[in-house]
């Protein structure tokens, strides 16, 4: 079982990031759930979705509370939100972020930590910071949990409000090629 | 998996919907209410786009939503709704007289916790709130069963034993909203399954038949009072001979798609078990992984998941429970009459025939949105337990309210 939870705004598709993300994992042999928060949707407050997988079935339908990676596709959310609740030791963060990797403030015990300016990607290609396909390739870099090839076929069967399928495919190219893995030495946990 | 179906990724809303679309309802009226909406905007899609060949309703609430497919089910027409909450509340005045009227609908109600306080979020409390108006209630547990349910709902709505309104009750938020792998079976499949259409044979409006329907009855000489008596009979009948439906039904669709859910209650891992964990709904997934996780520790438990709650399924449960010694009840919902949850209650009168008597907890979480965990289980196990080996003492008077706060993190 492997458990993630993605943080982002209203409006930048985290929830459907996650949705895209489980099919990608389903059309790989692997069954996963995808579980979005809930409050009133409104553009720009924080929302967050949590995605379990596993190569057996999965039954409980609840949030999580110990991910193992958290994906964060907003680069200001960490001011507000406390996006490492609960994360486990030796986890996985992925981040979207312009600064350099000293800048990012990162439990101790944390082992990965991915980057990619998301934002600026996302500018370029939609003109707005609609950044959830960035991150997912930005995670398949990271992680390589999940193929690029499956999250393209995850692409082509979403349905897109605010762009087009091929800006989409560009976006998910571009973060798997822009992000920047950096692997950490766990401090011990006192 | 049969190879003429395919594999989708969707939510409990998108999967009600396309098990609509495979039932071919003639007529589908709908009004939006969270968490309901995006199951009926799918379902515009598909009439849109042509997927469905339905007439598509879109009125000014849900009283008009049930009176509209009163009068097309009187017609003949197969129908389809779906509701939440506060649009069930003002569905009441339809919605008791449909099943009086004897029309096969079939309506999901994505379950929604009711008001006051202010609450958009998931609960069972819209649906105990009109467990007893004469509707058969089916709980599901995943998106899988979400679509197989509401397919199989057409089928025992319409047989001519039953003759009865159908509602199929998916939690909202968890399972409205939660995504996972559903298998789509091939539309052929689904039109053998459900065999020719013929929805309200007994009475078809029709202008070239006129009849009078839902006459004045009752009062208080004999002969009105007894024809009166007679309709109620018939109805709580109807409700009977639907236990016998709903399995013929759900071994038919095992026979037919290779994927079996259980009809009335279904048992997991009990037949050794010390201790029975009572669950309805999305719940039901946290519920087997904690009993899992006791058994590893050699606690013997087991999960008696409530699928037909409406009619009561007096003696599968009654078989279920006396595997056990203790049972412990979940509720999504209150009964506010009763300070316990509404399945427990059900659960101690369905006991009592049997003339069982045994630790039996009642626990009430999840409302308004809560998240159940397999923690929340965990103490559910370890309370549970406990009541065990204070057999003797009276059952507790009150519930174990599951979410309200000062317990430890999940």
């Not at chain 2, 236990?243 to 009335?264: M, N, Q």
């Not at chain 2, 201790?275 to 519920?287: K, N, Q």
Request: proline fraction near 6%; glycine fraction near 8%.
């Amino acid at each position: 079982m492997y458990e993630i939870r993605i943080h982002g705004r209203g409006g930048q598709g985290a929830v459907l990031a996650s949705a895209i993300l489980a099919q990608a994992f389903v059309d790989e042999g692997q069954f996963a759930v995808a579980i979005p928060s809930f409050g009133f949707e409104r553009r720009g407050a924080p929302v967050s979705a949590c995605l379990r997988v596993d190569h057996r079935e999965i039954r409980a339908l609840t949030n999580i509370y110990n991910p193992d990676c958290v994906i964060c596709i907003d680069p200001s959310l960490p001011r507000m939100v406390d996006i490492f609740a609960g994360i486990k030791p030796a986890g996985t963060l992925i981040q979207a972020s312009g600064k350099h990797p000293e800048a990012i403030a990162h439990p101790g015990d944390l082992a990965t930590l991915a980057l990619c300016d998301a934002v600026a990607i996302a500018l370029a290609i939609f003109g707005r910071p609609i950044t959830n396909a960035i991150m997912l390739g930005a995670f398949a870099r990271a992680t390589g949990l999940v193929s690029l090839d499956a999250l393209s076929g995850a692409l082509e069967k979403a349905e897109f409000r605010d762009a087009d399928l091929a800006q989409n495919q560009l976006a998910l190219r571009r973060g798997h090629a822009e992000t920047a893995v950096i692997a950490l030495t766990p401090e011990p946990v006192s | 998996m049969n190879h003429l179906s395919r594999v989708v990724v969707c939510d409990g809303n998108e999967a009600a919907a396309w098990a609509v679309k495979l039932a071919r309802p003639d007529v589908v009226a709908v009004y939006p209410i969270t968490p309901q909406s995006s199951l009926v905007e799918t379902l515009a899609k598909f009439v849109a786009e042509g997927e469905l060949d339905a007439e598509l309703m879109t009125v000014e609430g849900e009283h008009s939503v049930l009176s509209a497919l009163q009068g097309a089910c009187l017609a003949g027409a197969r129908t389809y709704t779906a509701t939440s909450g506060p649009g069930l509340a003002f569905m009441f005045e339809p919605y008791v007289r449909t099943p009086g009227l004897r029309l096969p609908m079939v309506a999901s109600l994505v379950n929604r916790d009711m008001l006051s306080p202010q609450c958009v979020w998931g609960g069972q409390q819209d649906v105990m709130t009109v467990r007893d108006a004469g509707w058969i209630q089916i709980f599901c547990e995943s998106a899988q069963e979400v679509l197989d349910t509401v397919i199989m709902a057409y089928r025992i709505a319409e047989h001519p034993s039953v003759m009865l309104p159908v509602n199929v009750n998916h939690d909202g938020n968890y399972l409205s909203f939660g995504v996972s792998r559903v298998e789509i079976p091939d539309q052929p499949a689904v039109d053998a399954f459900l065999g020719e259409k013929n929805v309200n044979w007994h009475v078809a409006l029709d202008p070239e038949r006129p009849m009078a329907v839902d006459p004045l009855t009752g009062g208080a000489d004999a002969e009105g009072a007894a024809r009166f008596v007679a309709y109620r009979q018939s109805l709580c009948r109807g409700m009977q001979d639907a236990l016998a439906v709903i399995s013929e039904v759900h071994a038919d669709w095992a026979r037919a798609f290779g994927r079996g859910h259980a009809p009335l209650v279904e048992e997991y891992r009990l037949d050794d078990a010390e201790i029975g964990l009572v669950t309805i709904g999305s719940m039901s997934g946290a519920a087997k992984d904690a009993a899992d996780a006791a058994r590893a520790e050699g606690v013997r438990v087991g999960v008696i998941r409530i699928k037909t709650f409406r009619p009561f399924p007096i003696a599968a449960f009654a078989h279920a429970a006396a595997k056990v010694r203790a049972l412990g009840v979940v509720d999504r919902a209150v009964s506010y009459g009763w300070n316990c949850g509404p399945v427990y209650q059900d659960v101690l009168a369905a006991l009592y025939p049997s003339g069982r008597r045994m630790p039996v907890l009642s626990f009430i979480g999840g409302l308004a949105g809560a998240d159940l965990t397999e923690a929340h289980f965990a103490r559910v196990i370890a309370l549970t337990r406990a009541a065990l080996t204070e057999a003797q003492a009276p059952l507790p008077s009150a519930p174990v309210w599951l979410n309200a706060g000062g317990e430890e993190k999940p």
